[in-house]
């Protein structure tokens, strides 16, 4: 591979990057979310719903490691599952068969984890009542959802790219969750100081 050809794909694999944040965080925040599954007790026989699953910069290792067809990744931007497309086939995984889709519409089936990574902070206040009580739909009874959140009691709002960027209190989500019969638990996650994660289960 010639200087030039390297130079071009190092700059549309940043280009894909910052989709989902700063380049020099990829590799990172790739490998912290298999390692904070695998921790969880994620098996390759689970179904996991990756929500919110972007550019597939934490999926891909989640679909190396589940059975063919295990994986679902539900992203809204029609450009983001594109360049999503774009990594699966350059990781050569296209044969795990990842269902990816924009709804819900094409979903089936109950999923055993349900990871929410760096997405509850760029969602409305509104948008996030709906999509819990899409999590308890597609949930299994003795299923879990993770999401990744800031919590703030002195609540936070801002943007970043096109999508808003909110820090709320953990009573936000103990109420709206508990409107669809789901409990939320802050649980310890110490590879990012920053941020917060919730355990969403079934009552």
Known sequence: ??????????????????????????????????KFLLERGLKPFHYLLDHG??????????????EEGHYYGIETDKTRI??????????????????LS???NDIRVKFDYIWSFQVF??????IITHELLNIKNVLKDDGVCYASVVINDSDVNG?????????????????????????????????????????????
């Open 53 to 66: 699953c972007g550019v597939l910069r934490g999926g891909i290792p989640i679909i190396d490691y589940l």
């Open 121 to 126: 902070i760029h969602l409305s206040d509104e």
């Open 159 to 203: 943007s970043w790219l096109e999508y808003p960027y909110v820090e709320r209190a953990l009573s936000f989500y103990e109420l709206h969750a508990n409107r669809h019969n789901l409990s939320v638990n802050l649980i310890d996650y110490d590879t990012d100081n920053w941020v917060d994660m919730l355990e969403i289960r079934k009552k």
């Open 82 to 99: 594109e360049k999503g497309v774009i990594e699966l086939e350059d990781s050569k995984l296209t044969h795990k068969n990842p269902t």
């Open 1 to 34: 591979m010639n200087k030039e050809k390297e130079k071009n794909e190092s700059i549309s694999k940043d280009k894909i990057a910052w989709l989902v944040g700063p380049p020099e965080w990829w590799q990172v925040k790739r490998d912290c979310q298999i």
């Open 102 to 104: 924009q709804n819900y």
